[in-house]
């Protein structure tokens, strides 16, 4: 067991180029300066990364490297490399190895090859990676992987890190604000924190490759529900399958290499479907981390004869998947700033970031929905299966009655958890939390963190977190102005508490978000219920939006205009792609199948009838199958029609709204004729993997 745990740690990190090793391999004067960098007190010199860039690129060649790349997240919400070789030639015919510290600083792709909303022209290509000195460099296959940043020509952002590190910076300088003025004055800064669990599904290999859906837009556009489901209750948690658990460890293997801490790992609520979740990271790295998680999932899964699925609902009727994006926030000194203590209610650091985070997400609840919206998600918000479009805040019994003291007129006591007896003198007692867990909250307060649980399975974690960091950090400056001004700073503050716990008081919700009371509840509260993604798209447009980005220099409104655009582009292009796959798939292969089925079922009647036998079973069962032909062959001229159209619309916003109207319901009754065909048709003929193989065979 000891040997286990050494080889363990041995393996941890090892593909990192991290502080350890830069302690090892750089002059104390370099590392002592980079980390001045790092924390944003000096600017790099080329003397410095010149001597770093040397020091990576022997350690990379002693692992086995023989390329470097700029590794970057463009908006395609995927990531991107472009790989270059150490060597240099040299006069003599030879070559040596050389990688400087200009190289590892900055990189040139081509920016007009990436969706940019219109900030890049196709004859306009140039483009800069930026390193991210904040995010460790690593080694993956034979290539040194440096993340880094991706702008314009002009310096606008292409990818979701740089607006993601400009939030993080925002949120710092104004949580500084708030920490001196009462009293912290030892901080001097503030990070973003996050734990980003992934869900995703494993269907066996054989199967995937039949399914031109799956493989090209994801998700399953056609078929019947299994006869048995996720209703027995029985997969979450259950028994790893041996093969599952053997694709686990390598995933688990591959990560720890990374540095990536890979900590939990289960069966989700659906068959099939699994869990992964690691410890906390800094927000930047965290969501570096994720795009690796995404990455290993799918490239081990080819190894274990397995394709893992990232798509929020690729089979329907079963759970689909999301990213519960556990966000926090920590200082400099060691403290989170979300940590209640054993009496929150004079634990006023807390109650003012905690106040600060309610009013960010009432504030700006239409922004935070959107930073979640994109297709595969609509399948999974507002189903009783995940979070609702409407966004509300879960903060549990003792917060909820602190809440509530405040907007009295301030707090006087907390609740105590106490302790749960078992009933068995062979059971421990063990400690009660202070407040259950609310699963069905988008956004949940969880001990000392907060669970924004609307982020999808494919989605990268940058785009949620750089709006929550932005909007917490809007109300941090209101109250840091407030109080700077203030003689009495905790009179003041109460007051500030009080006002916030009154006005806010709508979004706060411990109940069940699933039920139907709850949705006529949340309309008389006032409270946005934005179920549509292209209509939640539109919204990041509305004027507090663009001032509140801009006002903390996080988007400039010429860089949110181009980001809405993207989006309603994505979708556009998303339901194109799966349209026509439908109109593929059932033209192509399960038109012909039934047709040739109803062909069997009519030489059969005529066989039938030729002996003077009467047969009911033979001719209804005709009938019933021609009629389903006959829907589905009008319900695919139909989607082409509508395709058609929809793609001759030159505006994002109308070609967006065409898709989801028109061709998304032409879609739905493409395949609600196969589907009904899918129960008609012997199973040796049916030409796609059923629910039931791909769900249950192992």
């Not at 926030?329 to 807390?350: A, R, S, Y």
């Not at 106040?355 to 009783?384: I, T």
């Not at 019994?397 to 062979?426: M, P, R, V, Y």
């Amino acid at each position: 067991m000891k040997n286990e745990e050494t080889q363990l740690t041995d393996v941890y990190g090892v593909n990192v180029f991290n502080d350890a090793i830069m302690r090892q391999r750089l002059p104390k004067n370099i590392f002592k300066a980079f980390v001045k960098t790092r924390q944003g007190q000096v600017d790099f010199t080329v003397a410095t990364a010149d001597v770093i860039a040397n020091a990576m690129k022997d350690w990379a060649i002693e692992k086995g490297a023989t390329h470097y790349c700029h590794w970057f997240q463009p908006m395609t919400g995927l990531t991107a490399e472009k790989h270059d070789s150490f060597i240099s030639p040299t006069p003599d015919g030879k070559t040596v190895l050389e990688f400087s510290g200009k190289e590892l600083i900055k990189g040139e792709p081509d920016a007009s090859s990436f969706p940019s909303g219109g900030l890049r022209a196709t004859f306009e290509a140039r483009g800069y990676t930026a390193w991210d000195c904040t995010s460790p460099v690593f080694i993956k296959g034979k290539t040194l992987y440096i993340p880094c940043a991706f702008c314009s020509y002009t310096g606008e952002a292409l990818d979701k890190k740089t607006p993601l590190l400009r939030s993080m910076e925002a949120l710092s300088n104004q949580a500084v604000r708030v920490l001196r003025v009462l009293g912290a004055t030892n901080v001097q800064h503030v990070d973003t924190t996050l734990g980003a669990e992934q869900e995703y599904f494993l269907v066996d290999q054989s199967f995937f490759g039949k399914r031109l859906d799956l493989v090209l837009a994801g998700r399953t556009l056609f078929g019947a529900p299994s006869p048995r489901g996720q209703e027995m209750e029985d997969h979450y948690f259950g028994t790893l399958h041996e093969r599952v658990a053997a694709y686990m460890n390598d995933v688990n293997t591959e990560l720890w290499k990374l540095g990536v801490s890979s900590k939990t790992q289960h069966n989700e609520v659906s068959p099939a479907q699994y869990e992964l979740a690691p410890l906390f990271a800094t927000v930047n790295v965290a969501t570096d981390h994720n795009q690796l998680t995404m990455e290993t999932l799918q490239k081990v899964a080819l190894r274990h004869g397995f394709v893992c699925l990232l798509h929020e609902k690729p089979f329907a009727g079963v759970n689909g998947s999301g990213k519960h994006n556990n966000w926090s926030l920590l200082t400099d000194t060691g403290n989170n700033l979300l940590e209640p203590g054993t009496t929150p209610h004079d634990n006023m650091i807390f109650l003012v970031f905690l106040c600060a985070v309610v009013r960010a997400v009432d504030k700006y609840a239409k922004l935070l929905r959107a930073s979640v919206a994109n297709p595969g998600n609509e399948h999974r918000l507002g189903a009783n299966e995940a979070p609702p479009a409407i966004v509300s805040v879960f903060l549990g019994d003792q917060l909820t009655d602190i809440f509530e003291q405040l907007a009295a007129g301030g707090a006087k006591s907390s609740q105590k958890g106490g302790e749960l007896k078992l009933g068995s003198s062979t059971l421990p007692p063990l400690p009660k939390d202070t407040t259950d867990r609310n699963r069905t909250s988008p956004f949940a307060f969880t001990g000392n963190k907060f669970e924004f649980r609307m982020v999808g399975s494919s989605q990268s974690t940058a785009g949620p977190n750089f709006v929550l960091n932005t909007i917490v950090a809007d109300v941090l400056k209101e109250i840091a102005d407030e109080l700077e001004k203030s003689k009495n700073v905790t009179v003041d503050a109460q007051k500030l508490l009080k006002k916030i716990a009154k006005d806010h008081a709508r979004i706060i919700f411990n109940g069940d978000n699933y039920r139907e009371e709850w949705v006529q509840e949340a309309k008389k509260r006032g409270l946005p219920n934005i179920r549509s993604t292209v209509e939640s798209i539109e919204t990041i447009m509305d004027k507090e939006h663009v001032d509140v980005l801009k006002r903390h220099n996080v988007l400039s409104k010429h860089e949110l205009h181009a980001r809405t655009d993207i989006l309603l582009e994505n979708y556009s292009k998303s339901i194109n792609i799966e349209a026509g796959v439908t109109v593929s798939i059932a033209k192509r292969q399960i038109l012909p199948v039934c047709v040739e089925y109803c062909a069997r079922l009519a030489a059969s009647a005529g066989v039938v009838a030729d002996s003077g036998v009467s047969c009911k079973a033979i001719q209804k069962s005709l009938e019933k199958a021609a009629k389903c032909v006959d829907e589905l062959d009008g319900a695919i001229e139909a989607l082409e029609t509508l395709l058609a159209k929809a793609q001759n619309i030159d505006k994002p916003h109308l070609q967006a709204r065409a898709f989801r109207d028109d061709v998304i319901p032409a879609m739905q009754a493409v395949r609600s004729a196969a589907d009904a065909l899918e129960t008609i048709v012997d199973a040796d003929t049916w030409p796609l993997p059923t629910y039931a193989e791909m769900l249950f065979l192992r």
